[in-house]
């Protein structure tokens, strides 16, 4: 792919990771950064991620071959006025948010159908900023593409092997589609695992037994639960007629196996647990989803002094990076006692083939 420049309005966790993928995959690219955190235009220039950085949107913007809009949603209206001023008329422009209709309408009404590709790069981490951002963020997971119907064929070729070249896979979405898919999938999964969470707070004892036992199980559908608040509220109320119909399927379901119940329903409740697991064992255990896949495997280690420490030197003398380690007290529904996270999937590849050939018995996590 021949270079380009390209700008980006906001660098944050995506944006950064955008950004650095580009410098890493494509030879001679070019990065025009604006951001309103002076110490993240300072870092990205430092680690010359960053060509220009500068403090408005501004005529250094004029000469990108893409821009990405990657500032908070809530601030799209007005970076998108001080953009459309100095958007080349060769540029295309596109965005990160994880709702498409909103910024779709306000292309239209900016009139730049011609020149935008709404973009969502399923990836992401519990932790944000450019400080945390990392080019393999991007790699193996899908990348929703929804062109406008004006923008041109040859356009949307090219952003599509932009995006191939950055490690992810392209899919391309009408926006409606985006949003109804992104819905179930993402923002549903959100509101579940937060009231769940509510729930237990609210139905705990006074000592605190079931936060101090959840573990398993729980801990892993509520992971999610532990995001931003800020983001997920924006979400709520930009994709609200998606998530509110769905939420509404998924009460009716709740109370259908409540009868279930109620009526100890055996073959009912049976073909319920059944065709759940059949269709979660047909997911492609991979790294694309916008519930990013946790890279952690669990291992039976001796209740010995060192054990713990043994395996951390092994796979710190084969540079293999550890982002968690610890014991799992409450093994109800997986094996091993010893589980370690790790940053991306390669990692936990070679950890599993270095420590079996160890003599270790090692569980991947699905």
Known sequence: MASVTCGFIG??????????????????????AYDINQDTLDAALAE??????????????????YIFLCAPVQKNDSNLQAVKAVLSPDCLLTDVGSVKTDIHRAIHEAGLDSQFIGGHPMAGS???????????????????????????PDKLTSYKDLVAKLGALPLILTCEQHDYV????????????????????????AEGIMKMVAAGGFKDITRIASSSPVMWQQICLTNTENISGLLGAYIDSLCSIREKLD????DALYDFFDSARTYRDSFINASSGPIKRD??????????????????????LHNISIKNIGIVHN???????LRIEFYEEASIE?????LGNKGYTVYERS
């Open 182 to 205: 992104t819905a179930a999938i993402s923002h549903l999964p959100h509101v579940i695992a937060s009231s769940l969470v509510n729930l237990v707070r609210d139905s705990d004892s």
């Open 11 to 32: 660098l944050g966790l995506i944006g950064g990771s955008i950004a650095r993928a580009v410098k890493q995959k494509i030879e001679d690219s070019r990065i025009i």
């Open 331 to 337: 093994r109800e529904s997986e094996g091993g006692v």
């Open 295 to 316: 890279f952690s495997m669990n291992i039976d280690i001796a209740d010995e002094p060192g054990a713990l420490a043994a395996i951390a030197t092994i796979l710190a």
């Open 263 to 266: 009526t100890r329903n055996e």
């Open 126 to 152: 519990e932790r944000v900023g450019f400080v945390n951002s990392k080019a393999v963020l991007l790699e193996n997971a899908y990348y929703i593409l929804t062109p406008t119907g004006e923008v041109s």
């Open 48 to 65: 010359k991620i960053a060509d220009v950085a500068t403090d408005s949107i501004d005529s250094h913007f004029a000469d990108c071959d």
């Open 350 to 354: 070679r950890a599993k083939e270095i």
